[in-house]
């Protein structure tokens, strides 16, 4: 019985990570709708698991559910978008306003060594979203973005925080994504300031840390304006 509980869980989680990964690369459409034997019968596995993974994305933003047809990819609009931008920043200026009150989590001098180390880890993912960024590989992009702030979030030692943070950011880019591919060539259009906001917290710059994610939002805010009523 556990082994058979270990497996449904195992295929539970691939499964989720799976479609999860296929919104976020836009290859599964907005309004595409699927149901459980849909997806059981693709991946050639029993209905349950399936119906848990699904049940996770939909609690994610990932899908919606719909009663009488399954799940589907959501239809986001430019004021949801608009929504998600405002509810992030509320999010990361508390971040930030917490760093200027002398958060505990940043007490530590920035060379200490567990800090420097952990400031590193998220630089790196910073570089490579910005490397992937600036090729306009949006697929990358998104997978080191949300590791990059993940490991960013976890540097305030609030759990909730960073969960709360990452589920916006998997919406938003959910949202974005979907406009995204409209643009045969994405390369120049990004954002690619991530390592500048971890230059900006190793030096304990909290306004600067707000500045440049305001920036960041700003930008991508009028790309998408400028998609949408392209």
């Known amino acids: 019985m556990p082994g058979n509980a270990v497996t449904r869980s195992t295929l539970r989680q691939q499964i989720a990570d799976a479609l999860r990964d296929e919104v976020l690369a836009g290859r599964l459409r907005p309004g595409r709708a699927f149901t459980v034997k849909e997806i059981a019968d693709q991946y050639g596995v029993s209905a349950t698991p399936v119906r848990e993974a699904l049940v996770d994305l939909s609690a994610q933003g990932i899908l919606e559910a719909d009663q009488h047809r399954g799940f589907r990819v959501p239809e986001y609009s430019l004021t949801d978008y608009r929504n998600m931008i405002e509810a992030r920043s509320l999010v990361t200026d508390g971040m930030f306003q917490a760093l200027a009150a002398g958060h505990p989590a940043f007490r530590t001098p920035p060379e200490d060594p567990c800090t420097a180390a952990a400031l590193a880890t998220v630089r790196r993912r910073g570089e490579e979203a910005r490397r992937a960024a600036t090729a306009g590989d949006v697929t990358v ?90």
């Open 141 to 230: 992009l998104v997978g080191y973005d949300l590791r990059f702030w993940r490991e960013l979030s976890a540097l305030f030692g609030n759990p909730y925080l960073g969960d709360f943070l990452h589920r916006l950011r998997v919406q938003s880019w959910v949202c974005a994504v979907q406009h995204l591919l409209r643009l045969p060539d994405l390369r120049g259009r990004l954002w690619a300031g991530h390592t500048g906001l971890v230059d900006a917290l190793a030096r304990r710059e909290a306004e600067t840390a707000r500045a440049i994610v305001a920036a960041a939002n700003a930008h991508s805010l009028a790309l998408l304006e400028q998609l949408s009523n392209g």
